[in-house]
């Protein structure tokens, strides 16, 4: 459970940053949304208004989710949860030689 809400946070977060970078800035920026270029699909107001729409809607799944993640993560303090956060393994006794055999005697 806690995987498939962490890839979602992560498209989430892509999508979030992507739409971001669509919107027209105060200078103009990043901003294609008032392109006429696409045979005016959109009018400049038009397309600002989705924008921030989607900004808002992304910006509230985006918080959800990491309100709900932390929860779900919230009573795994005690456990390491790291390799890096466990002592390291206690180092292993090396392996004695084998002791020689007897010659086998031969039976008539």
């Known amino acids: 459970m806690s995987t498939v809400l962490l890839i979602l946070h992560l498209f989430v977060t892509l999508a979030l940053i992507g739409v971001v970078l669509l919107q027209r800035s105060e200078g103009g920026g990043l901003g294609i949304g008032s392109s006429q270029g696409m045979g005016a699909f959109m009018t400049g107001r ?16 985006f918080m959800a989710l990491s309100i709900a993640l932390a929860l779900i993560h919230r009573g795994s303090g005690g456990q390491p949860r790291s390799i890096l956060d466990a002592p390291p393994p206690a180092p292993a006794a ?3 030689p084998a002791a020689p055999q007897p010659p086998a005697v031969p039976t008539n």
Do not use: Y
Not at 46 to 61: E, S
């Open 46 to 61: 038009g397309t600002a208004n989705l924008l921030t729409r989607t900004t808002a809607i992304l910006a509230v799944i």
């Open 94 to 96: 090396p392996a004695l």
